[in-house]
């Protein structure tokens, strides 16, 4: 059984679109994340997510939304695609905020072309 | 905010030789956590350390936690081919924030 899994594995993308990112852990954890990896495998926080409510917002553009429908899931959905936006986006959950192990999804490489 | 250093960002050892990756910051920290990912995969966490001093030991990787809880290490004891990945660092706050180093890609040839 997954602990955290994501869909799609791999989206390929023309500028200008729009698409979203589904990200479910069945770990019964409190806490969710998004991470951006970026060609050079710098990992950033982008968004922590707390029983539902936004925690962390990193500085990220707007035109990224995240989405927790209940605290099992956290969606990403991104509007008006750009070249940079090329990246693995990983989610992530822990048992609490102040809990530190970190239990990763596999990843959605993300091509916009 | 803080940050940490990773160094070095690349390192290339034979089979058998040994690595160390090493992860600074500039203030004390309150824990260090260290994760691998394997090429193509996500980053597994391997153990965290949140006292001064702290030594801990997974079969070849010995952890470190600086006495000042500013800097730490990964060492691997004779490298082996499942060793390649990149390791990071990082840390939390109760805020719900992480910040990871910029990683150490370890390649090792047979």
């Known amino acids: 059984d997954t602990a955290v899994s994501q869909t799609p594995k791999y989206l390929v993308t023309q500028m200008g679109n729009d698409k979203s990112i589904k990200c479910e852990q069945n770990?019964?954890?409190?806490?969710m994340y998004w991470y951006k990896q970026d060609s050079k495998k710098f990992l950033k926080i982008m968004f922590s997510y707390n029983n539902k409510e936004l925690i962390i917002n990193e500085t990220v553009p707007n035109r990224f939304s995240p989405k927790s429908p209940d605290k099992a899931h956290l969606n990403l959905h991104i509007n008006s695609l750009e070249l940079g936006d090329s990246a693995v986006y990983f989610c992530a959950s822990s048992q609490t905020l102040s809990t530190d192990t970190q239990y990763f999804g596999p990843g959605t490489r993300l091509t916009v072309l | 905010g803080q940050q940490v250093m990773q160094i070095p960002q690349y390192q290339h050892v034979q089979e058998g030789e040994d690595f160390t990756t090493y992860c600074n910051s500039s203030t004390t920290l309150s824990n260090i956590q260290w994760y691998k990912q394997r090429p193509g995969g996500h980053p597994v966490f391997l153990i965290q350390?949140?006292?001064?001093?702290e030594v801990k030991k997974q079969k070849r990787l010995t952890f470190q936690f600086g006495e000042a809880k500013k800097n730490s290490s990964l060492h691997i004891t004779a490298t082996q081919t499942t060793d390649v990945g990149t390791y990071f660092c990082g840390y939390n706050t109760n805020a719900g924030k992480s910040t990871f180093g910029d990683g150490t890609t370890l390649t090792v040839k047979p």
């Open positions: 770990l019964g954890h409190d806490t």
């Open positions: 350390l949140v006292k001064s001093g």
